[in-house]
């Protein structure tokens, strides 16, 4: 799937430019909310050290502070995407992002580490009340050349969030605002939340003509799967693996397991599940999912790992850590933006140039750090990054393109919250396998040597991420000569 095929099957396209530009001009709620949502994730990252320093805490806690928020957001997604196909999106993204509002506030005054894991989690939750509506309003509302537009859009900013994150989190902690320090980024989480709910008046009411049944039971089931996996994964590492880890481990799966057995039960009966897995049989959707697990479990482990070895190690402040970010996520933006045309000049290799380009960075970044690892490298480190930003805008776009189609318009709910289920389990699984990695290796090969070890396994995942791109681009070749 390239991001073409939008552009040839459109059935409604605004013919006039204005008529785009006003369509587009009443999600700009939607994109603030993406926009949000890479912010608070980034601007978290870059405050951890100072954070452990607030609180004297363990990086185990750390992580939770991380992971509390992808796991929450990931095991709530698909339900409220199917809330908001039964009760209304815009609704339920104005909710949302109230909700986001209240726990951004929480977080900024939290007395202590467990407060504030807490009202990460709530973030999480509200984060998952409001994204799934993002792009299942941009699915019902939009098509050809205006959806193409509104995915680029989309994409540039949650990288313009990434960028932004970075550099006002490290120049909150740095400049030590009315002694604030971290906490004035959760204070502007609130306010860029209030903005995202004041704007969502503005956003085209929508909701499917044929709502399936809310599936409680699964929702429990998908919960408990990924809570189960993800806390022993979070803790377990630096609290030398006790027994109640090592026993809620497996749980997960089993869990998971009993929630797939459900959900094919339910379906044979009849009744639509939280999660068809019909909808599995479509291999473009597992090959997509699969991609997008790896491409942002890949986002989140580097982008922790940066931080704390950057900060940690080569004991630069955290402006300087999120200065550093900036070129990588502003190429990043700047080419989602133009992808409608270097998608037409490439075609369906986009996606393939993206990659090859991600793998070429990242080797690239083992080399230099391998050899040097000092402030400057810092600096040496700009060429990969800004090179690994032009990769993963031409991979996003496509990505999202091709979960888009495989799920029906009139369960466009569901296809948000797949995806977005993905993106945030990938994300809090990211940091915490790879910070794993980073902080159970830091002590014996030392922190350059443990972070060239981390962004290998980035480039392993990215080579994966290629081989399932080749074999996506088989099947759709194989459909379009059934056709």
């Known amino acids: 799937m390239t991001l073409d095929d939008i552009s040839t099957t459109t059935t409604v396209e605004p013919r006039r430019p204005s008529a785009a530009s006003q369509r587009l001009g009443r999600l700009s709620g939607l994109f603030l909310g993406a926009f949000l949502g890479t912010f608070a994730f980034n601007a978290a990252n870059v405050a951890l050290p100072d954070i452990q320093n607030?609180?004297?805490t363990s990086p185990a806690m750390l992580e939770l502070i991380v992971a509390s928020y992808g796991g929450s957001f990931a095991a709530l997604l698909i339900l409220f995407g199917r809330l908001g196909d039964r009760v209304g999106r815009r609704r339920l993204f104005a909710i949302g992002m109230s909700v986001f509002v209240i726990a951004s506030l929480a977080a900024a005054f939290a007395p202590g580490i467990g407060w504030l894991i807490a009202a990460r989690a709530l973030q999480g939750c509200a984060a998952a009340?409001?994204?799934p509506q993002v792009l299942a309003t941009i699915q019902a509302t939009t098509a050809g050349v205006v959806r193409l537009r509104a995915v680029s859009i989309f994409a540039a900013a949650g990288g313009l969030g990434a960028a932004v994150g970075q550099v006002a989190s490290g120049a909150a902690v740095s400049a030590d605002l009315f002694g604030l320090g971290w906490r004035s980024i959760f204070l502007l989480c609130a306010v860029l939340a209030a903005s995202c709910a004041?704007?969502?008046l503005?956003?085209?009411?929508?909701?499917?003509t044929a709502p399936a049944a809310l599936d409680f039971v699964g929702v429990a089931g998908l919960a408990g799967g990924i809570l189960a996996i993800v806390l022993p994964l979070s803790l377990g590492p630096t609290l030398g693996w006790p027994v109640w880890c090592l026993a809620?481990?497996?749980i997960g799966p089993v869990l998971l397991f009993l929630?797939?057995?459900?959900?094919?039960?339910?379906?044979?009966?009849?009744?639509?599940?939280?999660?068809?897995p019909s909808l599995f049989r479509l291999r473009p959707l597992r090959l997509g999912l699969s991609m997008a697990a790896l491409f942002f479990g890949g986002y989140g482990g580097f982008l922790f790992v940066f931080a704390i070895a950057a900060?940690?190690?080569?004991?630069v402040s955290p402006l300087v850590t999120g200065l550093a970010l900036v070129p990588f996520a502003v190429v990043f933006a700047v080419f989602s933006v133009f992808l409608g045309p270097i998608n037409r000049l490439l075609g369906s290799r986009t996606m393939f140039v993206g990659v090859s380009a991600q793998i070429v960075s990242l080797v690239g970044m083992v080399v230099i750090i391998s050899l040097d690892w000092t402030p400057g490298t810092l600096i040496v480190l700009q060429a990969p990054l800004v090179l690994m930003g032009f990769a993963q805008a031409l991979m996003f776009g496509p990505l999202v393109a091709n979960v888009l189609r495989e799920v029906p318009d009139d369960a466009a709910g569901l296809s948000g919250g797949l995806f977005s289920t993905v993106q945030q389990l990938a994300l809090a699984l990211g940091v915490v396998i790879i910070g794993a990695v980073f902080t159970v290796t830091r002590d014996g090969l030392g922190s350059g040597t443990s972070f060239a070890l981390c962004i290998a396994i980035d480039a392993f995942a990215a080579i994966v991420f290629l081989v399932l791109a080749l074999r996506l681009r088989v099947r759709r070749n194989a459909d379009a000569s059934v056709d």
């Open 54 to 56: 607030t609180f004297q």
């Open 129 to 131: 009340l409001a994204t």
């Open 198 to 200: 004041l704007l969502s």
């Open 202 to 208: 503005l956003v085209p009411a929508t909701r499917s």
């Open 248 to 250: 809620l481990l497996p």
């Open 259 to 276: 929630l797939w057995k459900h959900q094919a039960r339910l379906e044979r009966r009849g009744i639509t599940p939280l999660i068809p």
């Open 311 to 315: 900060e940690s190690s080569l004991h």
